[in-house]
């Protein structure tokens, strides 16, 4: 089964809006078995659209359209259905009842132009939306399918989970397709390629790998006649990766990130945790305060964006004589401090030069994390030679993965990332 | 002029990459004045792939193409395009030369599938790129364009900058598009959508709204011979939405950040700053560390997770056993005591409840924002109702706005967003 992914609205050809609709859809599509084969934008133009939606519906199984189901005259994918299906649009009775309800409840009278919001074609049956005044509509003419969508996202998600995905699937039941996703942190994407290019080779399980903010991902995808049997396929390929690239560089797997390891763990433990960051100037806090059920661990983090201020903090001044304070004893020192300073079980400590090209202190994209639990202290470092935002961002991930060792009892990894 | 997009890559087709260049190419079109009639995705898939460039060739002026330029037989743009056009694609010497040049520096010889890289049709130019082995084709016939540009954003970013842009834009130098970004805080996007009706009505300029991180943009572009009187459209509209909604409401223009304001401000008046966040869990300070040359103003900031901790950082715990933590007394002296512990200038504090369900102590989604410097102290208050992640997002910017204010003798505006 294929299918096409149509996105409408002038405002996509501006480039003012980016398109995310397509991705989830194409994304939930390949969950399902379903090949996306064409992905088009279009503006709010009739002529255009029509001729799209017409394409789309001869050559494709399945049409999926977002947006233009809107009120005004801009909003044509009704009208666009239906004159490529040869049919006329006609007012139901008991949507018209529906939409003028939600205005009740909204507490004004539904303007005249939403009148289109409750209308139908003979091929067509609508889709409850939830989330807002357009319902969706599932148009079925010689075997082949159009849905359209609203075009926000928080009405386009759930449509598609509540109804429409499972209506596709039930199409199209004897496909299943898994996906594992491993995440790598400290081999280059360049350097994954090189170790595991016999597995890209494999057409099913499919590898794909994928240059993320925490690190590179690797994603295995498998087809079978059932999920049993696409797992069968999936186990072996991750058995062989993590031989060849090793268990440690696999940090998580699917829905895991550096921040709800490092919660989890903390939480397991029962630990609390303060933080001193310097490099990461709050992001790595931001990022912990982030997960859900953070004020049950996270104590708090001093960000100490001067280091004359790490004394006042509790830093000891004589290791920044000594050392200076881009160093790893002051990053170890400082762990220690955020542990005293919010009373915490755990301290974690982050210490470096962002690319600020006013700063000649030290080598651009430095960092030292310090770790430091009861009277254990422990610290690592990484060069992370990339843009300013993505610095810190590279250093939070490093700082909370290598806190996840630390807290097991492995040794960190320093770090030089490629890219 | 109207143009065409295809981006190219079964990667986009299963969803595991936002397609992200063609929204940059969309917006760069628009700025110089070529209008966007189709986007198109499309696979590694060598019939549909033919199908789909062979059809924008012949229907749009300039068709611009990414990705596909890769070494490897999945890269089929070029194949693509020869065959649209009717041509053998011959290999050039003095592009192989330069590209086996690239490998020397790379301390390797160039594999063989490399070779494809260094071929040109008749009715083609190459296009160079600073940034990866693959040169752009600029193609031409018939008086249609095809340009085939690179994948990577880093890639494809500096090709258009350099060279692409400039050609196109010589192509039309009768066609000025002048756009100006008015961006709002304190109205929900509803509220001046209803204020401005009859603006939208205009098509030149058009005005468009959107709801950003940062608050609701209008957005005015006009379109005329030459820039000076795209300008004479552009300006009584400016003047027109300032008057109906408010000089107050308009807190920036076009590439304003609230974090950009906030540092000017305090750069121009020669001020530090210290912030103590709970509410924004580090967001604040990090928002305002990602401003180049903040280790200027920013000394520090402190992330106080818990409100037993707050007494430490030298708050009074008075006003928190009178009042409770999350309440304008205690933000204002939490400013006041971030003024002292970073020995700053300014004091900038932030106290409030996110949506933690573990968390029952007041309601959520509100805050307090306090200022202090030398002796005066000030608060304000707001309320987001939206999601976890975007609460302190819309927090943090209200703080850096309201700090503005604040800086500039302006009383706060308190906040309660309908979305």
């Known amino acids: 089964m294929n299918a096409e992914i149509i996105s409408i609205g002038t405002e996509l050809l501006m480039g003012e809006l980016v398109d995310t609709n397509s991705s989830f859809l194409a994304s939930e599509l390949a969950k399902i078995g379903v090949e996306v084969r064409w992905v088009t934008k279009v503006g709010d133009d009739p002529k255009l659209l029509r001729e799209v939606i017409e394409r789309a519906w001869k050559r494709s199984d399945i049409t999926l359209t977002s947006g233009g189901l809107g009120p005004t005259s801009d909003d044509l994918t009704r009208e666009s259905i239906a004159a490529a299906f040869g049919e006329e649009m006609a007012v139901q009775d008991d949507l018209l009842e529906h939409l003028k309800g939600l205005f009740v409840n909204r507490g004004f009278p539904m303007p005249e132009t939403n009148i289109k919001q409750a209308t139908l074609i003979p091929s067509a049956q609508t889709v409850p939306n939830d989330h807002g005044t357009a319902p969706g509509w599932w148009a079925e003419k010689d075997g082949h ?3 359209a969508m609203p075009g926000p996202p928080r009405e386009i998600l759930p449509m598609w989970t509540s109804t429409i995905g499972p209506k596709i699937k039930a199409r199209n039941p004897d496909v299943a397709i898994v996906t594992r996703n491993l995440k790598t ?36 995808i498998a087809t079978a006649p059932t999920d ?29 990130t550096p921040e709800s390891l490092a919660a989890s763990l903390l939480q397991a433990k029962g630990f609390t945790l303060g933080i001193m960051e310097s490099f990461t100037g709050g992001l790595l806090a931001s990022n912990l305060a982030d997960v859900e059920g953070s004020r049950h661990f996270l104590k708090g983090s001093a960000v100490v964006y001067r280091d ?10 004589k290791l920044i004589e000594e050392y200076g304070p881009i160093n790893a004893h002051v990053a170890e020192d400082m762990a220690r401090a955020a ?27 430095t960092s030292h994390i310090g770790f430091a639990i009861g009277d ?22 490093h700082a909370l993965l290598g806190l996840v060792r630390f807290l097991n009892g492995l040794p960190p990894q320093s770090l030089s990332m490629r890219r």
């Open 185 to 220: 942190f400290g081999i280059s994407e360049g350097g994954l390629d090189e170790m595991l290019s016999p597995l890209f080779q494999s057409k099913n399980p499919y590898l794909g790998i994928y240059s993320k903010q925490d690190g590179i991902h690797l994603r295995a």
């Open 145 to 147: 399918v159009i849905v």
């Open 376 to 397: 254990s202290v422990s610290s690592t470092s990484g060069h992370y030679p990339t843009s300013r935002l993505r610095l810190r961002s590279r250093a939070s991930t």
């Open 339 to 365: 542990r005293k300073l919010f009373d915490a079980d755990v301290g974690l400590a982050i210490t470096g030069l962002v690319a600020d090209p006013t700063d000649a202190s030290g080598p651009v994209g």
């Open 308 to 317: 004359d201020l790490l004394e006042g903090h509790g830093v000891d001044p």
């Open 228 to 256: 049993a049997e696409a797992w069968e396929l999936i186990r072996p390929m991750e058995t062989e990766i993590r031989r060849v690239i090793g268990e440690d560089v696999v940090w998580g797997t699917d829905d895991d």
